[in-house]
């Protein structure tokens, strides 16, 4: 389906048969099945007692004029011949191919603009600060803010990313299957389409993502009314074979402390083992090796003696941190001292401590100019060091306020035994815990690469699994958020992002707000979405005064290509939400078109600071 912006007219004359044209293509279809999913009531309720009071002030996300005042009819209308596109499977199956030949066909010029006009538009804020202003302003004066995210990527070949990777992990070895490398699926690409994915190219190439992040936060600083946020992924600022060395590191250590405690795998900081217990277990290895009584010296600990971690993490953002020598522990039996990985060599050790400079740089730049970042959860066999590395940033930069989050991919097993120990290590070393909560976007090739190298599958069995993950995580923040408020914190020290467009996990978020007492506006319960998806939602949430981010991409047309070739893929992931969406747009189309009122004004009641 195709619409003509002419059907848009500045006045009543003439414009009957316009209208009938238009309606009669639209209105073929009802909405009678428009539909808002119920929540599961039995899941963690704090306060079964008022479940009918919630029922009556249950949010809907169903007012179209709601959801879409801060759309302008060209938009919408642009947003259902979008939608109606990506409904054609041929189409989204061969997207990057016919944006590629049209943009020959046409040239730069015309398809800069036929891109504008459509796809891009509709899922890119613009090309850099100055064009996107307009459209930053308006989602503001909604109470939407925004993640900004220059999106801006190089489309290299299948056979240009596996070069790439293997150079990058030259050398690599583990004796645990999931940190070996992967010589069929060397293009971490592949069954991956919500997630952008970075090759390391050099040390140059890296320092160029670090000042990509520089600029994206001071656009966020100035751009967004010191209401935005930026999103980094660390697999940007290093050669990614030091954070498969750090994950095993992890690995390892909790290996270590289950055969040492007789405990289930688990992190550390839940096995309540103190460091004179620590001593006990490793009297053998005492006796025998002066460096055990060095190592017990150096494991994280709180102020009762109960460990942390085994390592001391909390040096690691020093650029001067000591990898080689940190990672060893006594064995068991003989009491030598064994490396946990592979030593570093000097180049590598030079490559580390270039990583560590980066991420200081940025995340100081944020602290400065108060831009809170959003730091992206990636592969299992990266995850593992790139939360450890992001908690470090909290525990250095979240003193006084909350500026690093971490992700939380609710579809791995693990996810809710991650949150429950950096919430407690937040606890105890005293820092503000921010955390963004997602789904997860290496689903299929991560289930793939776990069946084919022989390790234990990472991913809930199902997708409901996922979901009462994601809600028993959510519901375990709520639960410790209520705890500092019953205690008298006047202080936010948890505040969580609802990354989701899953419409029952925003609506038990909501409801579970009220239970506790959470104010819209409070700061601790955030919401985010995709620009040019959900609107229905992330509107009717901004209107109401909630906390709701859009991630907001931006950068030129040609650049941003592989970008929009994901979006289209995406939303064949979710249609549900995509068919709920286009019925909504629809029924607000035909509303205007009955009342007139194609011209509609979107300013929203929030006026921006000056």
């Not at 060209?74 to 011949?81: D, G, H, M, S, V």
């Not at 992190?267 to 009584?293: D, V």
Request: with cysteine; net charge positive.
């Amino acid at each position: 389906m195709t619409f003509n912006k002419s059907l848009i007219v500045k006045n009543t004359k003439g414009k009957g048969i316009k209208l009938m044209l238009l309606l009669s293509r639209l209105s073929h279809v009802t909405n009678n099945n428009l539909q808002t999913c119920s929540i599961n009531k039995s899941k963690g309720s704090f306060n079964d007692g008022n479940s009918s009071k919630s029922d009556k002030k249950k949010l809907k996300f169903d007012d179209v004029d709601v959801a879409f005042k801060v759309k302008t009819t060209w938009e919408l209308i642009r947003a259902y011949a979008v939608y109606q596109m990506l409904s054609i499977p041929p189409f989204v199956k061969h997207n990057m191919v016919l944006m590629k030949f049209t943009n020959k066909l046409l040239g730069d010029r015309l398809f800069t603009y036929l891109m504008k006009m459509t796809f891009y538009g509709h899922f890119v804020a613009g090309e850099d600060e100055k064009s996107m202003a307009p459209i930053l302003k308006r989602m503001h004066s909604f109470g939407v803010k925004s993640i900004l995210d220059y999106s801006v990527e190089e489309d290299i070949s299948h056979e240009a990313a596996e070069n790439l990777e293997k150079k990058a992990f030259e050398n690599a070895k583990s004796d645990l299957p999931q940190f070996k490398v992967d010589d069929h699926h060397l293009d971490r690409r592949e069954k991956v389409v919500s997630a952008r994915t970075f090759f390391y190219e050099s040390e140059a190439a890296c320092d160029r993502n670090m000042e990509t992040f520089l600029k994206c936060i001071e656009c966020a600083s100035k751009a967004t009314y010191n209401t935005g946020m930026i999103a980094v992924k660390l697999t940007a600022l290093c050669r990614p074979k030091l954070l498969l060395q750090i994950s095993e590191v992890i690995t390892k250590s909790r290996m270590y402390i289950k055969e040492l405690s007789t405990h289930e795998f688990r992190p550390i900081i839940q096995q309540n083992l103190t460091t004179e217990k620590l001593k006990e277990q490793m009297s053998s290895a005492f006796e025998k090796n002066s460096g055990a009584q060095k190592f017990v010296q150096s494991v994280t600990s709180d102020e009762e003696g109960v460990l942390i971690h085994l390592f001391p993490w909390s040096g690691i953002l020093d650029e001067n941190f000591n990898f080689n020598e940190t990672f060893q522990v006594p064995d068991l039996k003989t009491g030598e001292m064994v490396q946990f990985t592979t030593q570093l060599t000097e180049c590598e050790m030079n490559q580390f401590r270039n990583m560590i400079g980066r991420l200081n740089k940025v995340i100081r730049a944020a602290v400065e100019l108060n831009v809170p970042v959003l730091v992206d959860a990636e592969q299992t066999y990266f995850q593992p060091a790139i939360s450890r590395l992001t908690i470090e940033l909290m525990r250095k930069y979240n003193k006084n306020k909350g500026i690093v989050y971490n992700t939380y991919q609710n579809y791995l097993i693990s996810a809710y035994n991650e949150v429950i120990s950096d919430l407690e290590q937040a606890r105890r070393q005293d820092f503000f815990f921010r955390c963004k909560l997602v789904r997860g976007a290496y689903m299929e090739q991560e289930r793939e690469r776990a069946k084919e190298m022989n390790y234990p599958d990472p991913i809930q069995p199902s997708y409901q699994a996922t979901s009462d993950n994601y809600h028993n995580i959510l519901i375990e923040c709520l639960k410790r958020i209520k705890d500092l408020k019953d205690k008298g914190v006047k202080e936010n020290k948890i505040a969580i992002m609802v990354a989701t467009h899953n419409e029952d996990t925003v609506s038990l978020a909501i409801e579970k707000m009220e239970e506790i007492g959470i104010k819209p506006d409070d700061g601790t319960i955030l919401f985010g979405q995709l620009f040019g998806m959900c609107d229905f939602i992330s509107f009717t949430l901004g209107t109401r005064g909630y906390g709701i981010y859009k991630y907001v991409p931006y950068g030129p047309v040609i650049d941003v290509l592989p970008y929009l070739s994901r979006r289209a893929v995406e939303n064949k992931g979710i249609l549900q939400n995509v068919r709920k969406e286009k019925q909504l747009i629809r029924k607000a189309i035909i509303k205007r078109l009955k009342n007139f009122d194609m011209n509609r004004n979107p300013i929203g009641p929030i006026k921006p600071p000056a």
